[in-house]
């Protein structure tokens, strides 16, 4: 039955983005931080907003999380008009943003507890089930301080998938790791993102990142932020993040990326 | 176990050689008597009675005080934070205040409500109530945003995010500043009782006074011991398992 429903929705687009612009007033040189963005995302796609520092890439997620609003434009999240954060839209920081007071099941339950129409069993399963998936159902009990970098950021994903959402924002959430935790962690969001079959929206500037895990991969260019480029990866899943074929597609990216800025490269200013 | 033993120890040995020096008699025994007539006048008291009435009378002023300072204290603390009116003026006047050394207050607190139990509750709650605002504040203006915004994705608003987020999270500031409330209402009061005579109640403060009156060293000794008794008792049983909990929570443990 949810078979046939997916099959279907993936003729309608779950992400909408219509001509959205915003500024930021900043003294006497307003940031035109986007110009007049459109995007269409569609059902279980994952893609990779990519670009340099200051292109408006991590303002659009936060406008599609309803985290911030757009001066112009609007937002559809499947059909209806985004203003406010909503359960149907979860977010994943470059921070864990994990609470400190909190044991790591709670940390899931949190987001839970919110949803109506859940029991407790219904909800300690639930936190259980995706703490199992992001391998952690060892650490339920400990405490956000005696975890790793890379295992707060599968507890923060845990957290984000729990509820159930139907689209996943994440904004560079792997940027603070390490490469060795990273690679681990592309192989588990592959994983993950085929099973649970999630819309996924991946902010980040590495471009390799973006090619290893994205259906499609937007470039972005700053001052005015705008969309300049798309490319289609076309590669099997699971992808190796150091195969060949993948850094083909990373070197044709941070070509185009070059040849939009002035400054801009594929990691971005220090 | 072996850190209690090390500060037993350490204790001991400052006694010795309290004793030690008392019986060099280089000091008259008037200025310094033996810990063993310290130890006797406590023994006195505590039969006789005078030491547990006088340290009930203290101690119910205390805990009411503090109490009524923590009530106040915290929601203005928390309305300080959130509103931006009451941070520029309540805010500002807390912060002086708190600088205030708590026994300014008493000759106000007598002039208005003259030699009375009120007095001394005035005296504890002004010494109290401007940390533990300024403690709330700061704690809540320290919380990372960010905890905000993710609590705010998962459908978290208003009264949620404030009991659930901002709260616990702002909890290390809010206990830290519970702690310095705690030693301004305990040192207010004692300057409070040291400074004032009520009839209603001779607490531990009056003790102390009188021993200085009545010359006995053995008592005004013995009096400071208790009460630096019950500081230390008080950390460790009201504040302690609190910083215990928030170590082993946040990981910002010292060692």
Not at chain 2, 199 to 205: A, E, M
Request: aromatic share 8%.
């Amino acid at each position: 039955m949810t078979a046939a429903i997916e099959h279907q929705a993936e003729l309608h687009s779950k992400l909408s983005l219509r001509a959205v612009s915003k500024h930021f007033p900043s003294g006497a040189h307003p940031v035109h931080a986007l110009d007049r963005v459109s995007l269409e995302v569609g059902e279980s796609e994952f893609v990779c907003l990519v670009g340099p520092s200051g292109c408006g890439k991590s303002t659009l997620l936060n406008i599609i999380a309803g985290l911030e609003r757009a001066d112009e434009g609007e937002v559809l999240s499947d059909g209806s008009p985004v203003n406010s954060p909503g359960r149907d839209r979860m977010v994943m920081f470059q921070e864990s943003a994990l609470f400190p007071w909190l044991d790591v099941r709670r940390n899931v339950l949190f987001g839970l507890r919110l949803k109506p129409g859940l029991t407790r069993d219904e909800r300690r399963h639930v936190a259980d089930f995706y703490l199992r998936l992001v391998g952690l159902e060892k650490f339920a009990r400990s405490y956000v301080h005696e975890l790793s970098g890379g295992m707060k950021q599968r507890v923060a994903l845990a957290r984000a998938l729990a509820p159930n959402p139907r689209v996943l924002l994440m904004d560079e959430p792997f940027a603070a790791l390490d490469a060795l935790t990273r690679e681990q962690l592309y192989g588990d969001l592959q994983r993950i993102w085929q099973q649970r079959k999630k819309t996924i929206v991946f902010v980040t500037h590495n471009v390799r990142e973006a090619a290893c895990l994205g259906d499609r991969v937007i470039l972005f260019s700053r001052n005015p932020g705008r969309i300049r480029e798309q490319f289609q990866i076309n590669l099997p899943r699971p992808r190796d993040i150091n195969s060949i074929e993948l850094a083909r597609y990373a070197t044709e990216i941070t070509a185009a990326l070059r040849s939009h800025g002035r400054d801009a490269t594929a990691e971005g200013p220090a | 176990m072996s850190r209690t033993l090390k500060a037993l120890i350490f204790f001991a040995a400052l006694v010795a050689a309290w004793a030690l020096v008392a019986r060099a008699r280089i000091w008259s025994p008037v200025l310094l008597p033996s810990p063993w007539s310290v130890a006797l006048y406590l023994l006195g008291a505590v039969r006789d009675g005078t030491l547990l009435e006088a340290g009930l009378v203290t101690l119910k002023r205390l805990a009411i005080g503090y109490a009524a300072g923590l009530s106040i204290g915290l929601p203005l603390g928390l309305l300080t934070a959130r509103v931006r009116l009451l941070q520029d003026t309540l805010g500002l006047l807390a912060l002086g205040l708190q600088a205030l050394p708590s026994v300014c207050w008493v000759p106000l607190a007598l002039l208005w409500f003259g030699q009375t139990e009120a007095a001394m509750f005035f005296v504890v709650v002004m010494g109290t109530v401007w940390s533990v605002i300024i403690a709330t504040e700061s704690g809540i203006r320290n919380v990372p945003p960010i905890y905000a915004r993710a609590a705010r994705t998962m459908g978290s608003r208003g009264l949620h995010t404030w009991v659930h987020v901002m709260l616990p999270a702002a909890l290390p500031f809010i206990v830290g500043g519970m702690k310095q409330g705690w030693a301004f209402a305990w040192r207010s009061l004692m300057a409070a009782e040291i400074y004032v005579t009520i009839l209603s109640g001779f607490g531990l403060g009056h003790l102390l006074h009188y021993g200085r009156e009545l010359n006995a060293m053995d008592q005004v000794i013995g009096i400071m011991l208790v009460l630096l008794a019950i500081g230390l008792i008080a950390d460790k049983v009201l504040f302690a398992p609190w910083e215990r909990l928030l170590r082993r929570r946040w990981g910002t443990d010292s060692k």
